[in-house]
């Protein structure tokens, strides 16, 4: 089993469906997930509550034991930040998502561009972030 302590300031996956043990994600956390939909997603770990983890994506922060929890890469970009397109610096969007490519082993990110959802998926070495 991994230890959660090790696991505070990592990036990883939590393939939770609904289906599963619901003693897994904390109790006054349950029906946040349930709206959130975990599987494919990149959270971020900020910290250990006790036997649960919290984990991070966007504005969601709620809490679950670290049984599913598989840490990938650091990812460099967070949900909600503004970035530029390296191919077309004049094209400046926010992150909406940030899923994980298995097969490439790295972070995939879902963009919006003027409020406008694209259907185009980005490699973190397509975007330079924003400085504001």
Not at 2 to 24: A, M, R
Not at 113 to 120: A, L, Q, V
Request: aromatic residues 14%; hydrophobic residues 35%.
């Amino acid at each position: 089993m991994i230890n959660s302590l090790d696991l505070k300031g990592t990036w990883g996956l939590y393939p939770w469906f609904d289906e599963d043990d619901v003693n897994l994600i904390y109790p006054d956390d349950l029906e946040r997930v349930r709206k959130l939909i975990l599987h494919g997603k990149v959270f971020y770990c900020s910290e250990q509550c006790g036997k649960f983890i919290r984990l991070n994506y966007g504005d969601y922060s709620f809490r679950v034991k670290p049984d599913l929890f598989k840490p990938v890469r650091e990812v460099h970009f967070m949900v909600g930040d503004n970035v530029k397109v390296a191919s077309s610096l004049d094209k400046r969007g926010t992150i909406l998502n940030i899923g994980w490519h298995h097969k490439n082993d790295e972070p995939i990110y879902y963009l919006s561009f003027n409020g406008k959802k694209s259907s185009r998926r980005y490699a973190e070495d397509e975007l330079i972030p924003v400085q504001e």
